[in-house]
């Protein structure tokens, strides 16, 4: 005989008394469903999803670009998270197939990541801890911006790959104080040459590939505001500052640290 307390809670909020089965197709939204205490309702995970470490034992589905949409049926999620911009094929096939995918929208500010962790914990049935998680990390970024915000360079790969203004690591420098360089450029991510990054002239370089020295020995970079001022930082989490999750935001009060001096 099924108790009052549980047959009432299945009547009343089903969906929020059984752990669902859950693929997530993004690193940030392992990361996310981890932080909202729902890690054990995961099934399936990419191959690049290596954080927190538990997420290792998780069965792999493949690329995230191209998961294997076969392993990704075998494992029965009730709920399949697919990055809309990354997986639309393969979001398709799956839902041809009855399963039920929640296509998230690219994150392009930390607002929007706000809104993934609040649709994530709304279909895992766990709004309440997706609103303690978002003011958590609001708090962790909240204080004044400087009146003049540091000119920055963000160098996310090598060959001069940086964010443009519709990266959501545009908004991660301004939160941190500073202003993209390339915050006009109305795109995602592009390769910067050499002569644009010489004639912005940064007054901080942030490198999440390569090292200081290698930076220092190209052409002409003595003379660049950031490396007379000796702000060419190598000392962020490459991971949780290119992923838009919550480990980001920890990162972005890092680099307001860096950058300012502040804690």
Not at 42 to 49: A, M, P, Y
Not at 95 to 122: C, N, W, Y
């Amino acid at each position: 005989m099924v108790k009052l307390p549980l047959l009432v809670c299945l009547l009343l909020t089903p969906g929020l008394c059984q752990a669902k089965r859950a693929v997530s197709l993004m690193p940030s939204y392992t990361e996310i469903i981890f932080a909202l205490g729902a890690g054990k309702d995961l099934v399936g995970v990419t191959n690049f999803c290596d954080w927190p470490p538990e997420a290792a034992k998780i069965e792999r589905t493949g690329d995230y670009l191209r998961p294997n949409v076969e392993k990704v049926y075998a494992l029965k999620p009730d709920v399949v998270f697919a990055g809309e911009w990354a997986s639309a094929s393969s979001a398709g096939q799956l839902a041809a197939l009855g399963l039920k995918v929640v296509s998230v929208p690219q994150e392009r500010g930390a607002a929007d990541i706000f809104a993934t962790i609040r649709l994530i914990a709304a279909e895992l049935g766990r709004r309440p801890q997706g609103e303690r998680l978002v003011k958590e990390l609001s708090a962790a970024i909240a204080g004044g911006q400087p009146q003049k915000p540091l000119k920055v360079y963000l160098e996310a790969d090598a060959g001069g790959w940086t964010p443009g203004g519709r990266s959501f690591l545009s908004d991660a420098l301004r939160l941190a104080g500073g202003t993209n360089i390339f915050a006009g450029e109305d795109r995602g991510y592009f390769q910067a040459s050499w002569e644009q990054v010489l004639l912005l002239d940064p007054e901080a370089v942030i490198l999440l590939a390569g090292t200081r020295e290698e930076f220092l020995a190209r052409p002409l970079a003595g003379q660049l505001a950031a490396v007379k001022s000796g702000r060419v930082l190598t000392q962020l989490d490459r991971d949780a500052f290119s992923r838009p999750g919550p480990r980001l935001f920890g990162e972005i009060k890092r680099l307001r640290a860096l950058l300012y001096g502040k804690k």
